[in-house]
């Protein structure tokens, strides 16, 4: 499995285009900065058949429109996502900020499972950071996209509208049921290892026991 990254915005959100089959590329949280990242797809290899969004916080939405109308795809979020996703535009205007509204169509629910575009992630359902988060695995690969519930010696921010901390916590305890082996690629910042966040990351020794 093939990974490229960018962050974009000015919170440095983490996108990653993903592929087994160049022709098959999944996009990943296309955050902000739309035609930096439309000119990132033009110069991959790979060609996305789908958005695929972790959770719809307006920095990993920002440039889904862009995405979409330039190539014609179909966007993945969980349906309790929808109303966050609905508001992105809204909520990045409240941090002073500006992004296109993302499009209403076309939408497709995810739901857990293994998803059928893509290379073969399987859907999880970890709320707590965002209603409706969820996490793409590629067992094969030992990947997870964790989105922002798992960063390199953080977690996710559970002070925000929607956030949960009992859920959080929840949700943290299943992810660290995969091999300890499973590489994490986050929303901001450098990737990391599920086994390295048992060791050295506060919450997740304070949360797991």
């Known amino acids: 499995m093939r990974i490229e990254t960018r962050a974009f915005g000015p919170l440095q959100a983490s996108a990653y285009l993903v592929w087994s089959d160049p022709e098959r590329a999944v996009l990943v949280d296309p955050g902000d900065e739309p035609e930096r990242l439309l000119a990132w797809l033009r110069e991959s290899e790979a060609r996305p058949e789908a958005v695929l969004l972790t959770h719809a916080h307006f920095d990993h939405v920002g440039a889904v429109r862009a995405v979409v109308e330039a190539h014609d795809l179909p966007v993945f979020l969980h349906p309790a996502a929808r109303p966050v996703y609905e508001r992105a535009a809204a909520a990045a205007m409240r941090w002073g900020l500006f992004i296109d509204p993302p499009p209403a169509e076309p939408l497709v629910d995810l739901a857990e499972g293994v998803l059928a575009v893509g290379p073969g992630f399987e859907v999880l359902h970890l709320p707590g950071h965002c209603p409706g988060h969820v996490a793409f ?48 690629f986050p929303g901001h910042g450098p990737a990391t290892a599920l086994a390295a966040e048992r060791q050295g990351n506060p919450f997740v020794q304070d949360w797991l026991g």
């Open 137 to 184: 695995y590629q067992a094969e690969a030992g990947a997870v996209f964790s989105g922002d519930l798992l960063f390199a010696g953080g977690v996710g921010r559970w002070d925000l509208p929607g956030a949960d901390l009992d859920e959080l916590k929840r949700s943290i305890r299943r992810l660290f049921e995969l091999p300890g082996a499973t590489r994490v």
